[in-house]
Antibody
Framework: EVQLVQSGPEVKKPGESLRISCKAS????????IRWVRQMPGKGLEWMGI????????KYSPSFQGQVTISADKSIDTAYLQWTNLTASDTAMYFC??????WGQGTLVTVSS | DIVMTQFPDSLAVSLGERATIRCRSS????????????LAWYQQKPGQPPKLLIY???TRESGVPDRFSGSVSGTDFTLTISSLQAEDVAVYYC??????????FGQGTKVEIK
């Protein structure tokens, strides 16, 4: 079964750093792009960026360029989304997705002092 | 970038009645290589990831009830729920995947029971 399993909810303070993960199983990780999508509370879906795990080719939405880092470790079939300086506006649910039909369950990130 | 404009923002429909959601793209999503429109429709319920309903603008995903259908006319796309059921209460999104690898979503339409 093709599956993406994301890491658990996080509660952080402003200024802290964070890395969340998305572990793939049931397919060849290096053959498919992995996307990250943000959903702020009560809002819609926003495409953040994408990575090709085979060579770590990464592309970002202009809205997120410089704000987050997307990476992947093909030795453990896992993609990551990382922040170095969280702010309250990063509070959101974050989804990884392989394609239109394969999504992770989401990771809720809460940033609050 | 391709902009997706979805409407209405919300919709209240009686059980058993038809619900219609529309989405317009800022450019054609029809790829000449395969004559397919790169447009998907999703259903999202609270606390869950989006669930794929329709792809290629009108192809129903496996397991999706046939009361859900998609159609296209140029750059105008429509999702129709022919007979609304209680379990269809959700937010629905259109999404273009023509601009691969970039995705763009519509703003979402909240469907409720009248």
């Amino acid at each position: 079964e093709v599956q993406l399993v994301q890491s658990g909810p996080e509660v952080k303070k402003p200024g802290e750093s964070l890395r969340i993960s998305c572990k793939a199983s049931g397919y060849t990780f290096t053959n498919y792009w992995i996307r990250w999508v943000r959903q702020m509370p009560g809002k819609g879906l926003e495409w953040m960026g994408i990575i090709y795990p085979a060579d770590s080719d990464t592309k970002y939405s202009p809205s997120f360029q410089g704000q987050v880092t997307i990476s992947a470790d093909k030795s453990i079939d896992t993609a990551y989304l990382q922040w170095t300086n969280l702010t309250a506006s990063d509070t959101a649910m974050y989804f990884c997705a392989r394609d239109e039909r394969t999504w992770g369950q989401g990771t809720l990130v809460t940033v609050s002092s | 970038d391709i902009v997706m404009t979805q409407f209405p923002d919300s919709l209240a429909v009686s059980l058993g009645e038809r619900a219609t959601i529309r989405c317009r793209s800022s450019q054609s999503l029809l790829h000449s290589s395969n004559n397919k429109n790169y447009l998907a429709w999703y259903q999202q319920k609270p606390g869950q990831p989006p669930k794929l309903l329709i792809y290629w603008a009108s192809t129903r995903e496996s397991g999706v009830p046939d009361r859900f259908s998609g159609s296209v006319s140029g750059t105008d796309f429509t999702l129709t729920i022919s007979s609304l059921q209680a379990e269809d209460v959700a937010v629905y999104y259109c999404q273009q995947y023509y601009g691969i690898p970039r995705w763009t979503f519509g703003q979402g339409t909240k469907v409720e029971i009248k």
